[in-house]
T-cell receptor, first 123, second 110 residues
Framework: EVQLVESGGGVIQPGGSLRLSCAASGFSFDDTTMHWVRQAPGKGLEWLSLITWDATTTYFADSVKGRFTISRDNSKNSLYLQMNSLRPDDTALYYC???FGSGSSPPYYLDDWGQGTPVTVSS | QSALTQPASVFGSPGQSITISCTGTSSDVGAYNYVAWYQQHPGKAPKLLIYGVSNRPSGVSNRFSGSKSGNTASLTISGLQAEDEADYYCSSYTYNTFVAFGGGTKLTVL
């Protein structure tokens, strides 16, 4: 059974940094492209970033480009999202999700999701 | 503002069929057969319902079907059940933004 468990969320002041983690199990993590997606309270889904199985390719949404970094450690079956220069509009539930595939080419279908970790950016 | 446009809400009665539209452009929905649909119940994570416009992952009921015409994709749910009440999101590959989601549609089963 696929399991994705996010952690690292919390309350942070504007301008601060936070590192989210996602522990994966139940599938070949080192063969799979992974994504981060967020959902602001009462709002829709917003795709943030993806990283290929070998971490050679990463993509970001314009809203987080230059502030967020995605990485992975295949030896630990873990995905990370380093978030810097946080703003109040980054407040959301952050999900990690696995892709159907492993590469950098589309399509991108997110076929399993974690339960999310909440991030609140507020002074 | 979402790249893909969905109706904010749709309503249906048990046993009926409903269709949710997802309108994009010739640069996303119209250009690629890379449309997916996700179902999200309150307080839960999204679940993949449809991929590649009309394919169902294993375990998804055949009451859910997808299609596309031009720049608009559609999700049809037949034989509506109370458990189908949820939010539904479409997504598509886009060259510039990689993964675009629709704004979401709240389905209410009356």
């Amino acid at each position: 059974e696929v399991q994705l468990v996010e952690s690292g969320g919390g309350v942070i002041q504007p301008g601060g940094s936070l590192r989210l983690s996602c522990a994966a199990s139940g599938f070949s993590f080192d063969d799979t492209t992974m994504h981060w997606v967020r959902q602001a309270p009462g709002k829709g889904l917003e795709w943030l970033s993806l990283i290929t199985w070998d971490a050679t390719t990463t993509y970001f949404a314009d809203s987080v480009k230059g502030r967020f970094t995605i990485s992975r450690d295949n030896s630990k079956n873990s995905l990370y999202l380093q978030m810097n220069s946080l703003r109040p509009d980054d407040t959301a539930l952050y999900y990690c999700a696995k892709d159907f595939g492993s590469g950098s080419s589309p399509p991108y279908y997110l076929d399993d999701w974690g339960q999310g970790t909440p991030v609140t950016v507020s002074s | 503002q979402s790249a893909l446009t969905q109706p904010a809400s749709v309503f249906g009665s048990p046993g009926q069929s409903i269709t949710i539209s997802c309108t994009g452009t010739s640069s996303d929905v119209g250009a690629y057969n890379y449309v997916a649909w996700y179902q999200q119940h309150p307080g839960k994570a999204p679940k993949l319902l449809i991929y590649g416009v009309s394919n169902r992952p294993s375990g998804v009921s055949n009451r859910f079907s997808g299609s596309k015409s031009g720049n608009t994709a559609s999700l049809t749910i037949s034989g509506l059940q109370a458990e189908d009440e949820a939010d539904y999101y479409c997504s598509s590959y886009t060259y510039n933004t990689f993964v675009a989601f629709g704004g979401g549609t709240k389905l209410t089963v009356l």
